[in-house]
């Protein structure tokens, strides 16, 4: 019987590329998107788009109700999203409270009705700086409460922890992935703003492997 992982999928570069890790390994792949208010909700119709495309499993699950309890963050409500790279202090305003606490835990619990052995996230070394729920310490601490949280036993896993996102890509290269089909960009309009930190973070990572995003920016990259 094929083992069975379920994926928090963003939409995104780095939750696109590890679906296709989980499938290139031969697991079978549940993916799972939330959405909980994002102004770039845009990346939820990647996910969906992909996922029919390749007959995957998915759920989009709607948790903006919980809003009130999850606010202040420039990705959820009407602040400006701060331009420049991660590791600047202004990018604290793009945390959302709890954010991956909360989306673990629906995780976990989906994982353990559809039999999956392990919830897979993006979190990567180059979050570190400014997430807190992307840091190893908390994946470690996660990964030991899911597997005594029900009967069933659950592992929290972030292969791409002790990566940067230039390295993600180049592991999506090697697998021949199109990363047009992704959105990266913190703002929801008809292109990539090329400003923001996960727009930086993104062209970085193809200037590193030395080829050209294919997504189409407001500024000139």
């Not at 570069?13 to 845009?42: C, E, I, K, P, W």
């Not at 606490?101 to 392990?118: D, K, N």
Request: aromatic share 10%; net charge negative.
């Amino acid at each position: 019987m094929t083992d069975s992982v379920v994926v928090i999928y963003s939409g995104g570069m780095d939750s696109f590329t590890l679906l296709h890790r989980a499938r290139a390994r031969g697991y079978q792949v549940y993916a799972l998107s939330f959405n909980y208010g994002q102004r770039h909700v845009r990346e939820l119709e990647c996910a969906r788009s992909v996922c029919e495309a390749l007959a995957i499993p998915h759920k989009v699950i709607d948790i903006r109700a919980m809003g009130e309890v999850m606010s202040g963050s420039a990705l959820t409500y009407d602040r400006d999203v701060p331009e420049g790279h991660y590791e600047e202090e202004s990018m604290k305003s793009t945390v959302v409270p709890n954010r991956n606490m909360i989306l673990l835990s629906l995780a976990t619990g989906y994982a353990v009705t559809v039999g999956a052995s392990a919830v897979w996230y993006g979190a990567h070394g180059g979050d570190h700086a400014i997430y807190p729920d992307c840091r190893p310490e908390f994946v470690e601490k996660m990964d030991a409460v899911c597997r005594i949280a029900n009967y069933q036993p659950v592992a929290i896993e972030a292969p791409f922890l002790r990566m940067d996102k230039g390295g993600i890509l180049a592991e999506g290269l090697k697998l021949g992935l199109d990363y047009g089909q992704t959105w990266t960009c913190y703002n929801g309009r008809d292109k990539a703003c090329g400003v923001c930190g996960s727009c930086v973070e993104r062209l970085e990572a193809f200037s590193v492997n030395g080829v050209k995003d294919p997504l189409t920016y407001e500024v000139q990259v």
